[in-house]
Structure formats: C-alpha cells, structure tokens
C-alpha cells in the first residue's frame, strides 16, 4: 500500500549545491511526472515520463534534470540549485499517461535554496 | 494557453451546510478534468474524475459536474463535516496533452 514515496520530506540547500528529489512506486505505472508548487501559482508540470526510457519537459523545466531507467523510478535532478527553485516538490503517477486515470501523488519534498 | 480559475479562494461554512465550489477554464478542447483534496502537508488526493463527454460524476457526498462548453465545473459537498475542511483544486487535461492545468485552490473550513 505504499503507492507513491517520495524523499527526502524536507531539505535545506545552499545555492549552487546539486541534489536529487527521488520518487518512486509500486503500481506498475507506466506514466510519472514531477510539479512543483508554489503559493499564489498553483501546481506546474516540471517534466514527466510515459514510461521507461522515455521523457518529455513540461511548462518550467529549465534548472532541473530527470531520467526513467525502470518504470519505479523517477528521479529530479536539480543541477545547480537557485533560491527560486524554493518550492513543494509533488511526484505523480497513473496507469498510462493516456485515457482517464487519476493521478496519485506522493506528500512531496519541501525544499528551501538558501 | 490554458488558465483554471477556481472561486472563492476561501470558505468557511458551518457544520451541515451545503456547498458548491466552483472551477472555470479558458480552452474547452479538454480530454478530462479532476478534482483533489489536498491537507496541509499532505500531497493531493484525486476525488473525482469527469470525462470530457461526461456531465457529472458522483462518490459518496460528493457530485462533480462538467459544463464544457461554457468551461465551468462545480463540486457539490453534500451535509458538510469538520472532516471536510482542506483546500480543494481542480485541474484539466488538454485534449491531445498529458500536463494537468490546475488552479489555485479553494480552502474550505467546515466549522463544527
């Protein structure tokens, strides 16, 4: 019943440090993605993946890095991190990133670029 | 580009009420809309899903209905709870995309 993980839950950056948000689950769901939210803005699609090997940007992806080597795992890479990157970190995942499944999210990591 | 406006931004009701939030969108070329429940700290959790030639979607107290053509959604929590009190988002799936366009939330406080 773990559906989606996400760690770590809380993390403190300097600014220029590289780190990884990681994200994983245990559906067998072929279609993850990463948003961030940020207050007054809502949630915004970072980048997302319909599966193994495959990864598309979403609406803010520069500063930040994904790959998909197996259909659990789908790591963010922040490259060079920025106190604008200050954000709620929110993994998602459904069946296929087509037809009309609901997405399930993870808690999400809170960040701060110091 | 998509915009989803969700009004009010806040609501405080008491315990029992009835209540409607309500979700707007600019494009009607979409393949579904959701609405979540996120809690604080918590990540969002999906409550209904409406496919684009539906007109309403139905899960216990809850009723979500979707006008297309005019770009308009509402969700209707039926004899309201304490339990209920979260911020509630809507979002919508492009026809043809895989990015969900949210909006910004509603906060609703159920007062016991």
């Known amino acids: 019943n773990a559906g989606v993980t996400q760690t770590p839950k809380f993390q403190v950056l300097k600014t220029g440090q590289s780190m990884t948000l990681q994200c994983a689950q245990d559906?067998?769901?072929?279609?993850m993605s990463w948003y961030r939210q940020d207050p007054g803005m809502g949630l915004r699609l970072i980048h997302y993946?319909?599966?193994?090997?495959?990864?598309d940007q979403g609406e803010v992806p520069n500063g930040y890095n994904v790959s998909r080597s197996t259909t659990e795992d789908f790591p963010l890479r922040l490259l060079s991190a920025a106190p604008s990157q200050t954000s709620v970190y929110f993994c998602?995942?459904?069946?296929?990133?087509?037809?009309?499944?609901?997405?399930?999210f993870g808690d999400g990591t809170r960040l701060s670029i110091l | 580009k998509q915009e989803v406006t969700q009004i009010p931004a806040a609501l405080s009701v008491p315990e029992g009420e009835n209540l409607v939030l309500n979700c707007s969108f600019t494009?009607?070329?979409?393949?579904?809309l959701q609405w979540f429940r996120q809690d604080p700290g918590k990540g969002l959790t999906s409550l209904l899903l409406?496919?684009?030639?539906?007109r309403e979607q139905t899960s216990g107290r809850l009723n979500a209905s979707l006008d297309k053509s005019s770009g308009r959604s509402t969700l209707y929590i039926a004899a309201s709870q304490p339990g209920d009190s979260a911020t509630y988002l809507c979002?919508?799936?492009?026809?043809?995309?895989?990015?969900?366009?949210f909006g910004k939330g509603t906060k609703l406080s159920v007062i016991p």
């Open positions: 998602a995942s459904s069946l296929t990133g087509e037809g009309n499944q609901p997405q399930h």
């Open positions: 559906m067998n769901h072929e279609y």
């Open positions: 993946s319909v599966g193994a090997g495959i990864t």
């Open positions: 494009d009607s070329a979409i393949y579904n």
């Open positions: 409406i496919q684009s030639s539906q």
């Open positions: 979002a919508v799936r492009g026809a043809g995309s895989y990015q969900l366009t």
